[in-house]
């Protein structure tokens, strides 16, 4: 157990907190919170000062290997018990209309979203969180049985900007104005203007947004024209086949991948594909930089985990050499082998 403080400051309180996370202390993170709102802190500063910068903490903590999953999970797992917490403690009424809040299909990282939907809920929304990876048709299917006034839809991961923006499409037809959020559109939000929909950097500028529908609405056209080379719908397509040629690839020239153990081949085909869905991502966008600052972020997390950052290059090299009939998509693949050479790269260490 940690020592209780008496400041009525999240920033004071904080190292408390991300103890508990640490402890998985579900308790006593609680009491942390509700110690802070029964000071008078207000419960969207608890939530935004508090408990979101602690969970980008836990993840950071997670990505340099200092945290195993099991602590990440159990670690978000307290901190929705804690925004519950805080959201039980305030219990605003609505007197406003209805928001729906949801994740893009695939999409798993719930909890940024709904920090937005409880800051949406404490001024004044009828808020109806549907979680994590909600299906496109699912969606629309909500909103034609419930009037809404706006959909906030998170994404975390540039690789599903594609369904992102089918969502968004599909929540236009049903005439339900959208605002996205999350680091899957980028720090600056150039994503979410690529596919012409509006973008809020967190979950005040979210809530702002969404009370000002002529600024909601007030959107320019996405621009897309480059999918008519069909780079993107070709690489998809033989996504299957190139993960498949890579493990054989790396088979033949790491023997010791022929020594995997179940786990590890089934870390490897993960990666194999991810490097696939970020490509097609940013053959979506025309956008090198969505896969070249994929590259770098991944080579950090495996070479904290013991994984050469030359396997990285191999498959890059390897897709590069399948995909020479694909001018965009081996652009990027160049571009991402220049990553890898770059001066002071963790993968040159």
């Not at 007197?95 to 940024?112: F, I």
């Not at 993960?243 to 081949?265: C, K, N």
Request: proline fraction near 6%; include cysteine.
């Amino acid at each position: 157990m940690t020592a209780p403080t008496t400041q009525a400051d999240p920033a004071q309180a904080y190292h408390e907190f991300l103890d508990a996370l640490e402890e998985a202390d579900e308790y006593g993170a609680i009491d942390v919170a509700v110690r802070l709102l029964d000071a008078g802190v207000p419960a969207e500063r608890v939530l935004l000062d508090l408990v979101a910068p602690a969970q980008s903490e836990v993840g950071e903590r997670w990505a340099r290997n200092e945290w195993s999953v099991a602590q990440e999970h159990a670690a978000t797992h307290i901190s929705e018990r804690v925004v519950a917490a805080v959201a039980a403690h305030a219990n605003p009424r609505p007197t406003r209309g209805r928001v729906v809040v949801a994740c893009m299909d695939g999409e798993w990282h719930a909890l940024p979203p709904r920090l937005v939907a409880e800051v949406l809920r404490l001024r004044g929304w009828q808020v109806t969180f549907l979680g994590a990876s909600v299906p496109a048709a699912h969606l629309v299917s909500y909103l034609h049985r419930h009037d809404a006034h706006a959909v906030a839809l998170a994404c975390a991961l540039p690789m599903r900007l594609p369904y992102a923006h089918r969502m968004i499409e599909a929540c236009r037809r049903s005439d339900v104005p959208v605002v996205v959020g999350g680091r899957g559109f980028g720090d600056d939000g150039r994503w979410a203007r690529t596919l012409g929909v509006a973008w809020a950097p967190d979950a005040p500028s979210a809530a702002d947004l969404v009370a000002d529908e002529r600024a909601l609405r007030r959107v320019r056209p996405g621009e897309l024209p480059h999918l008519a080379d069909d780079e993107y719908a070709s690489l998809v397509k033989r996504r299957g086949e190139l993960i498949d040629s890579a493990l054989a690839d790396l088979r033949e020239r790491v023997p010791s991948v022929r020594d995997y153990t179940p786990a590890q081949l089934d870390s490897t085909v993960s990666d194999l594909g991810y490097i696939v869905d970020f490509l097609a991502a940013a053959l979506y966008v025309d956008d090198s930089s969505l896969f070249t600052d994929f590259v770098g972020w991944l080579v950090e997390i495996l070479t904290s985990r013991g994984v050469p950052a030359a396997a990285v290059g191999l498959t890059l090299g390897h897709y590069h050499r399948q995909l020479r009939d694909f001018p965009r998509a081996a652009r990027f693949l160049a571009l991402g082998e220049t990553v890898l050479a770059a001066p002071g790269d963790p993968a040159r260490r």
